[in-house]
């Protein structure tokens, strides 16, 4: 069974940069990413373009999977069409280091209960296949009530240096406990905002708090270019850092 980790918290903290970074450097094979958030801007992070490639989001997959439904006039089993779209490669993206899956954008107004379901379906059939599976979380904590990963290994928070932050970190465990989501460790990760003197509240937090991840112009950079961030140093502040956090929460890196 792979080991789940999800990585969440409030928007614009450095979620998506850490995961990338996170998959760069953690020695597990097979890996598999899982994007939840509605922007897609995982891929980009990891240089990887997705409609070139030719896949769907697991929303389009569904769109999809609806408009040849009315076609047939319902004759189209959707489970299995889904499971057809996933084994012919159309929903997976396949790396040299990873695989991805994108949840892709809303598909109704205000629903994503068919997505989520289908995302559900997809980790429980497909976890055993992997050694690890990243979870990259939109913004806030809409997600965690959408319990698409109700066991969880890992738990990262990544924190800005906020009061809303500290707040955050009370709300997540409200949250988890109040919709029964499990997990074994609950991680603090202080975002590139933090300094050494205002990071001194995420060490007297009494959770576990693994470092924070150091400013970076160069991934600012990459991310307002596009570029990947597979190619930035590995001698890099931000690179170095986040090496620095997945040792300390014990993680073999490559
Ligand atoms: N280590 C870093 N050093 C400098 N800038 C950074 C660093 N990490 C992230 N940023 C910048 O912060 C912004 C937000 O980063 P990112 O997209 O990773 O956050 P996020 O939490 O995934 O955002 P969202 O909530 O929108 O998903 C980006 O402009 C990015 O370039
Ligand atoms: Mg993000």
Partial sequence: MGKINVITGRGGTGKSTF?????????AKPLLLI???PDESLAK????????ESKCSISDALSRIIEKGKKSKGKDDSPDLLRR??????????????????LGTKFAPGCYCLPDEMIKETIRNIHKNYEMILVDS????????????PDINDLFVV?????????HIDRIKYVTKGVNIHYNQFYLVGNYRFTEENEAYLLKSGEKYLGRIAN???????????????????????????KKILREAGYVLV
Avoid: Q
């Fill in 138 to 149: 939109p913004a806030g904590l809409e997600h965690l009530n959408r319990k698409v990963t």
């Fill in 159 to 167: 924190l800005d240096p906020s009061e809303k932050s500290a707040k």
């Fill in 216 to 242: 970076d112009p160069l991934v600012r950079e990459y991310n307002l270019k596009g570029k990947s961030l597979f190619h930035i140093s590995e001698d890099s502040p931000s690179s170095i850092s986040v």
């Fill in 19 to 27: 995961t990338t970074l996170f998959t760069r450097y953690v020695h």
């Fill in 35 to 37: 994007d939840l958030d």
């Fill in 45 to 52: 992070m990891l240089g990887v373009d997705l409609g070139r």
């Fill in 85 to 102: 779209m996933m084994e012919e490669g159309e929903i997976i993206y396949r790396d040299k280091k990873f695989d991805l899956i994108t």
